[in-house]
């Protein structure tokens, strides 16, 4: 055939008209509901295997067909001389007849209707895809002419052909064929000859239908360019270890193996497989395949979407794997789910799946789950804090260390079973890492009475704890907190500090914190004494009213236009350092470097100084008083 030669047919029906909806059908298929032009060769193929799915039951109970044992089987064929791609299949075929109630569906009466359900419902859609229908006209994206040749799996029925360029007509003729299926040429536009290359053939293949059930063979060779096994719809029992970890590496190319691998099957609300793995590492490898978040969405074995975001929620992110569903119903051009209540359902049996599986983790192998919670364990969180209808299962999850085990994750159960008698709080203090939380003052009494305490240094975890109130309705507890109420236990810490031997007088007390307001000034809201301090010297509260620290430090890492409210400065007035500042001159020089040297250490305590570097004049001369002997 030459390079520009039109094909006829033979005894042609002669220009067949399409309804006037046809060319407005058209531009919706071809610009507005695909995206990608190599989507033309998903659907083709779709629509080859749908043909051989159907040829393969018919055999099963009529062995009078044509070719019975011809195998079932995709060819694609590239003619670069004449720009030409062609693809058969050795399916059910076509009659003249099928032909033109099949390939003619959308210009028949029911275009019109199409058209509106393209514009609202398209739930009207579904009966229409891949039947050589809406999936079909895909091909004039890349076409000048496109040339169907199809025989019956019936014996008596003859080959037929139908011919279109996509305007206003189309032909149908007789053709000669004389074996089964159907033969589809497409003549490539100028701009789309990439489609007549190798490796852009086995490009798309394996991006969108290399799990068809049937092998697709290029050219005239024998080698199959498609897996065809699709592992995830594997009975899990039959599948070897070695051939999960094979298909994770071949799905991210990540080297090393995932901590974890989830494979089942659902038959409800729908049947839909899965196969989806938790990674070892949060960071992707170099040579990750893995363009953003999402899981693969196939729909019988056709990749739908390559990153579906729809069927996890956002914290789980960082699942990797595919889903499979039938009859899953689609938009007019497969490349999006259409929306529905059967996706928030699917959502919902993926996400207890990994809920489950992260449980059984946690249970059965908490080395593994420690190795899971220190990369992924900020997701966890992102999910309480979102208020995440899993919020109780996802608290079960969460891990964290204390001022009692710095060294060990445990649980929120591990804590309520840890708790002391006439304890009825879980205690928990907020601070940017470890080391500063040990020393901070909020802890004196709780060290004191070993009261565990859980330590919080991840960012998120002030997020967290916006959606984290209370687990199994035992009340959450900031130490920090002013108004905090304090369990009656008796004392069990050591190493508590020396307390002077008599207070200071009423009167000089008073005159004492008269000095620290007058030298700290409208730094602090106000002054004050407490007895929730033993080895502290002091320490800042919230005033009564002002939003609790969790908030604070979410505005502030959001970078909102806040002001962190005035603290209250609360001295021990049993403390040494105390007694001594209190018997020093009024207003002496010592007396307000001392003061602003403890309301430095208690904002650099609280991570709230402005200027450390700042205090550093002020320390050389607290020493070279102490070296006087001041």
């Not at 470890?434 to 009261?451: A, G, K, M, N, W």
Request: hydrophobic share 40%; with cysteine.
């Amino acid at each position: 055939m030459a390079e520009n030669k039109i094909p006829t047919l033979k005894d042609s029906s002669g220009p067949i008209a399409f309804q006037t909806e046809i060319k407005q059908l058209l531009d919706i298929l071809i610009h507005s509901l695909y995206t990608k032009r190599e989507i033309f060769l998903r659907e083709l193929l779709s629509n080859a295997s749908d043909a051989l799915t159907q040829m393969r039951f018919i055999i099963q109970t009529d062995h009078d067909v044509l070719d019975p044992s011809r195998e079932l089987e995709i060819r694609i064929e590239l003619d670069h001389k004449n720009g030409i791609l062609t693809i058969s299949d050795s399916g059910i075929g076509m009659t003249k007849e099928e032909m033109q109630t099949n390939l003619g569906t959308i210009a028949q009466s029911g275009a019109k209707a199409f058209l509106e359900a393209a514009e609202g419902d398209e739930s009207d859609l579904v009966d229409v895809i891949g039947r050589f229908g809406v999936g079909f006209y895909s091909v004039f994206m890349v076409a000048e002419w496109v040339k169907v040749t199809s025989r019956s799996y019936r014996i008596d029925q003859e080959a037929a052909s139908w011919f279109a360029t996509g305007a206003d007509t189309f032909e149908i003729g007789a053709a000669e064929k004389e074996d089964r299926g159907t033969t589809i040429e497409v003549k490539l536009k100028e701009d789309a000859r990439e489609f007549l290359e190798e490796s852009r053939i086995r490009e798309v293949v394996k991006t969108h239908s290399n799990y068809l059930p049937y092998p697709i063979y290029l050219n005239e060779g024998e080698e199959q360019i498609n897996q065809q096994k699709a592992i995830w719809r594997e009975n899990p029992r039959s599948v070897e270890d070695g051939d999960y970890e094979d298909f994770y590496r071949q799905l991210t190319l990540e080297l090393e193996p995932p901590l974890e691998k989830i494979h089942f099957v659902a038959d409800a609300p729908l049947l839909i497989y899965a196969l989806l793995y938790l990674p070892a590492k949060l960071d992707r490898g170099l040579f990750t395949l893995r363009e953003q978040d999402g899981l693969k969405l196939f729909a019988r074995k056709i990749l739908i979407e390559e990153y579906s975001k729809d069927l996890l929620p956002p914290y789980f992110r960082f699942v990797q794997g595919v889903v499979d569903a039938e009859d899953l119903p689609l938009n007019v051009s497969r490349e999006s789910v259409q929306a529905s209540a059967l996706m928030s359902r699917i959502k919902k049996i993926l996400t207890n799946q990994v809920i489950l599986k992260l449980k059984e983790m946690a249970s059965k192998d908490p080395d593994l789950y420690g190795r899971f919670w220190q990369e992924f364990g900020q997701f966890i969180k992102e999910g309480i804090a979102a208020n995440d209808e899993h919020r109780e299962d996802l608290s079960a999850l969460l891990r964290f260390h204390s001022t009692t085990m710095p060294d060990q994750w445990f649980s929120l159960d591990d804590y309520l079973d840890h708790m002391k008698p006439g304890q009825e709080k879980i205690y928990y203090i907020l601070g940017d890492d470890e080391r500063s939380i040990s020393r901070s003052p909020h802890l004196d009494y709780f060290q004191t009475h070993c009261v565990e305490v859980l330590t919080l240094t991840d960012p998120v975890d002030s997020f967290m704890l916006l959606g984290l109130r209370e687990y199994h309705e035992v009340p959450l507890q900031n130490v920090a907190d002013s108004d905090l109420e304090l369990p009656d236990l008796e004392e069990e810490g050591e190493g508590e500090v020396s307390q002077v031997e008599e207070p200071l007088e009423d009167e000089v007390l008073e005159k004492l914190l008269a000095t620290f307001r007058d030298v700290l000034g409208d730094r602090v809201s106000d002054v004050r004494t407490t007895d929730r301090l033993t080895n502290s010297v002091a320490r800042l509260v919230d005033a009564k009213g002002a939003l609790g620290q969790e908030v604070q430090r979410v505005y502030r890492m959001m970078d909102r236009e806040y002001q962190i409210p005035k603290k209250i400065l609360e001295i021990n007035p049993a403390h040494p350092i105390i007694k001594r500042v209190g018997l020093l001159e009024d207003n002496s020089d010592l007396t307000s470097l001392v003061i602003e040297q403890i309301f430095d250490s208690a904002l650099l305590l609280e991570g709230q100084h402005p200027d450390p570097v700042s205090m550093i004049p002020r320390i050389q001369q607290l020493i070279e008083s102490a070296l006087d002997g001041k």
